[in-house]
C-alpha cells in the first residue's frame, strides 16, 4: 500500500512488552503511524497513552483488534460510531457477528496480523 500515516487505534493495548499488542504499538509508530490506544488500565508505550473506557477520537483511519470475541461487546457501536475505513481482526480476535456489523455500515473488515501487514507492505 502507500506510505502515508494512518491514524490507527490499537484497542487491547498492553504495557507488557510481550504483547501482541505493545508490539503493535512499537512498529506502528516505527512506520510513521499516529497510534492511539485503549486498554484495561491507563498506561503508556513509548510515548502513547493507553486509555480507558471509549474516548473521543477523530479522523482514525485504522481500528486493530487484539481484544478476544468474548471482551468486544462493549466495543462494537464505538467502533462503529468512531466510522473507522477499516477495523482489522488480528488472529485469536476474530467476531463474524462483529464483522457482520461493520461491514453494514461500510466498515473494511480485514482478518490477517497487522504486523505482518507493516512488514509485508500491505498495512
Keep these: 500500500?502507500?506510505?502515508?500515516?494512518?491514524?490507527?487505534?490499537?484497542?487491547?493495548?498492553?504495557?507488557?512488552?510481550?504483547r501482541y499488542s505493545?508490539?503493535?504499538i512499537k512498529k506502528l509508530l516505527k512506520y510513521n503511524h499516529k497510534v492511539f490506544s485503549i486498554g484495561l488500565k491507563e498506561s503508556?508505550?513509548?510515548?502513547v497513552n493507553i486509555e480507558t473506557g471509549?474516548?473521543?477520537y477523530?479522523?482514525?483511519h485504522t481500528v486493530t483488534m487484539y481484544v478476544g470475541k468474548l471482551r468486544q461487546n462493549s466495543y462494537i457501536?464505538?467502533?462503529v460510531d468512531l466510522k473507522p475505513q477499516r477495523v482489522i481482526f488480528n488472529p485469536g480476535?476474530?467476531?463474524?457477528s462483529f464483522a457482520d456489523k461493520l461491514k453494514n455500515n461500510n466498515i473494511e473488515v480485514i482478518e490477517n496480523c497487522t504486523l505482518v501487514m507493516l512488514d509485508y507492505g500491505l498495512f
Design 22 to 24: 505493545n508490539k503493535a
Design 1 to 18: 500500500m502507500d506510505n502515508i500515516s494512518k491514524n490507527t487505534l490499537v484497542i487491547g493495548g498492553s504495557p507488557k512488552a510481550e
Design 58 to 60: 477523530k479522523n482514525i
Design 54 to 56: 471509549h474516548p473521543e
Design 44 to 47: 503508556a508505550v513509548n510515548g
Design 77 to 79: 457501536d464505538y467502533v
Design 93 to 96: 480476535s476474530e467476531n463474524m
